[in-house]
């Protein structure tokens, strides 16, 4: 497996309707070639089932490098894995790098899913993430927060996680007066995530910065909570 019978491979399940299609809608202007999430997620899978760790990020590196829509996500999918022998410092360096490159949510989120399964994996890559809340690229802003989803879903979280946690709502925090669409979505997006959780830290953050949210934000973030008082 390379990256030219990869990019075979994407190429042989086109569809030009359904480009122009995706290319209207995601507004960046890159090649897109039309396939479906399920069709991108079959090749990724049978790719990683071939190669080595080094193989992958190579491949993923290649693929990200062609610019097309679908060969991002691809090299996204690529790495998207919770256990990778070894963790190689490489698949986490490829995918840190990715972030200027980030203009859309739709490869966003996907290049975030797969930073996901490496902070997992190397908790102390939070250190790395701090520097992008400062970051004035929309894209890498929000990151920080999609790539930390994890740390909002523990139920029996342990010190060191609350740990995390609670450092991540503090990088939310300094973001509060950051009212872009995307920023403010992802704050709302994390906090919901968290109220199934960890509802008073939930109830706490709002209660302290609601007044400089954007009230759509607010919305996301107690949307659950709302919701089980009101059938509780």
Do not use: C
């Amino acid at each position: 497996m390379n990256l030219e019978t990869a990019l075979e491979e994407l190429e042989a399940r086109a569809n030009p309707a359904r480009a122009e299609e995706m290319r209207a809608y995601h507004k960046a202007d890159r090649r897109y070639l039309g396939l479906t999430n399920p069709q991108i997620a079959e090749l990724a899978q049978a790719w990683r089932e071939a190669l080595d760790v080094e193989g992958r990020v190579a491949l993923a590196d290649g693929l990200w490098q062609s610019d097309i829509f679908e060969a991002r996500v691809a090299a996204a999918k690529l790495l998207t894995q919770a256990r990778l022998r070894p963790d190689d410092q490489a698949a986490w360096a490829l995918i840190a790098s990715w972030t200027a490159d980030f203009d859309s949510w739709a490869i966003a989120d996907h290049a975030s899913m797969a930073a996901q399964k490496r902070l997992m994996a190397e908790p102390s890559r939070l250190d790395e993430l701090e520097s992008w809340v400062a970051s004035d690229h929309l894209w890498t802003r929000r990151a920080v927060l999609v790539s930390t989803l994890p740390w909002t879903k523990q139920n029996n979280p342990k010190p060191e996680e609350l740990d995390a946690r609670g450092r991540i709502l503090g990088w939310a925090a300094t973001m509060v007066p950051d009212h872009r669409w995307f920023i403010q979505k992802a704050i709302g997006w994390w906090l919901r995530d968290l109220s199934k959780h960890d509802p008073e830290r939930t109830r706490a953050f709002v209660a302290t910065h609601g007044e400089a949210m954007k009230p759509f934000a607010v919305k996301e973030a107690l949307r659950l909570l709302k919701k089980s008082e009101a059938t509780g």
